[in-house]
């Protein structure tokens, strides 16, 4: 099956993919999983698939992050063959985003254009959006990051249950098909295909796993895996870190938008250099240009600190981000998050805790490189680093994922920090995310750095310049 884009080629296993699936919906098996490693290109291949088939109207579920990485994927591999709606944080209202969506399928409809519509999966299962999906023929559903949906009684779960019926075509994406135990597929391939385990999760549970511990409800041990794993292979295609050939390093900047409390104070701070916080009496005050610049930054990453010192939590849209990202790795991947505030390695401890996992610190009060880069299970699997006390002399090359959550203005330290992971001894491809809420100072310090270009100098130049203020979660 040779794609249509004039981009570059694919990967030898996209190729595969892409066969896999011509071949099962050829054989009306319309359910298909791939379980492609983070990074693989799971994107091109999907829209490969749709593009062969010429498949119209498309609607995509994804995580929040994620809407935006579509438009870019339809953007770079089927430019001007689709009509692309993202709805994400900057759609508005679930009912906003429903009667777009409706408005645009009409439209495409009317002229015959293809059309794909990309929406999160928190607003997608929320009426009026899940009625009006419930009521229309797709002609493919995409759920991509599908084992976010692994719940067999979660909301979403039931909802793209649901709306699998509706589908003519229905394609799963996940490079974790199985984050906790081998019992998280059933709700996948409720949605996949149905017809392939059990009817029900009791009778699918009882089939497979033996249960016992408090009120007999804990999974003591599992049986019949070769079955489970031969089904799984029936409609799934998988493949690991070992066959990819991936560049050296990868990056992408992922996004976010600040909530209206949030947008508030970055308003009035860049407009007045002062704003109010409403469980403070005191104010949170920029006495010149580049205090304005530290305080926008502080606001974007969550936390700021007002004329008394008293830190506030004012925003948590970057910190949601983070754990977004991270529920996508598997529980055991070393993670390495550099930040430049205190507040910010305070946030970075919140998300390990909420994900279950051990967080440690490199930063001038702290010290837990060590401990991480021993790798025992009861050592630290997230470390947060000040970039400032982490971007020079040491190694970091236990882990191969780097998140920025904020940035400092020194390029210096920037480009050192890098390096702690993309060194010698690094024995994996390196992958780089960068945190950025829209139409923030985090998008011109990112440009700032694309240039390599003087940090402070650069952002401030920009700030002179009328541009977007920040938009609402």
């Not at 062969?52 to 990485?69: K, S, T």
């Not at 440009?447 to 130049?461: F, I, K, N, P, T």
């Amino acid at each position: 099956m040779t794609p249509s884009v004039k981009t570059l080629p694919l990967w030898p296993h996209q190729e595969r993919a892409l066969t896999f699936i011509q071949e099962h919906w050829s054989q009306r098996n319309y359910g298909v999983l791939l379980a492609l490693v983070m990074g693989s290109g799971k994107s091109r291949v999907a829209i490969e698939a749709l593009k062969y088939h010429r498949l119209h109207p498309i609607l995509i579920l994804c995580p929040l992050r994620v809407v935006e990485v579509w438009r870019e994927q339809f953007e770079i591999h089927a430019p001007g063959e689709y009509d692309f709606l993202a709805l994400d944080e900057r759609g508005g209202t679930v009912q906003e985003k429903a009667r777009a969506a409706r408005d645009r399928l009409a439209w495409a409809t009317a002229r015959r254009r293809p059309l794909a519509i990309c929406i999160n999966y928190d607003a997608a299962r929320l009426e009026p959006f899940a009625h009006w999906a419930l009521t229309n023929l797709w002609g493919l559903v995409i759920a991509d990051e599908i084992h976010k949906i692994k719940e067999a009684a979660g909301l979403t779960s039931r909802f793209l249950g649901r709306l699998a019926l509706r589908a003519r075509y229905r394609l799963g994406l996940t490079g974790t098909p199985m984050p906790h135990s081998p019992l998280d597929v059933w709700a996948q391939f409720r949605f996949i295909d149905r017809t392939v385990y059990d009817p029900t999760f009791t009778s699918f549970r009882q089939r497979y796993a033996v249960l016992g511990g408090y009120y007999n409800r804990q999974v003591i041990q599992y049986h019949d895996l070769q079955e489970l794993r031969a089904k799984f292979f029936s409609r799934a295609f998988q493949v690991g870190p070992e066959v990819l050939d991936l560049p050296d390093v990868q990056e992408q900047t992922l996004y976010c938008a600040l909530t209206p409390q949030g947008a508030r104070l970055y308003t009035e701070m860049e407009r007045d250099l002062v704003t109010w916080i409403e469980s403070s009496p005191a104010p949170v005050v920029a006495a010149n240009a580049l205090v304005r610049l530290l305080r926008l930054q502080q606001i974007t990453s969550g936390t700021v600190t007002d004329t008394r010192g008293e830190e506030h939590i004012v925003d948590s849209a970057k910190e949601d981000l983070l754990a977004d990202l991270l529920e996508d790795l598997p529980p055991e991947e070393p993670v390495v998050v550099f930040a430049r505030f205190r507040c910010d390695l305070a946030a970075v401890y919140r998300v390990a805790h909420k994900l279950g996992r051990i967080p440690g610190e490199l930063s001038g009060q702290c010290d837990d490189l060590a401990a991480f880069q021993r790798g025992r299970s009861t050592d630290p699997v997230i470390l947060a680093v000040q970039i400032q006390a982490g971007g020079v002399g040491i190694s970091l090359v236990r882990a191969a994922y780097g998140v920025y959550y904020s940035l400092g203005f020194n390029l210096a330290d920037y480009l050192q920090s890098r390096a702690r992971l993309h060194r010698a001894g690094q024995q994996r491809p390196v992958r780089f995310y960068h945190l950025a809420a829209h139409h923030t100072v985090d998008e011109m310090v990112m440009r700032a750095l694309e240039r390599r270009q003087d940090l402070v100098e650069s952002v401030l130049q920009e700030m002179k310049c009328p541009h977007p203020l920040p938009k609402t979660a």
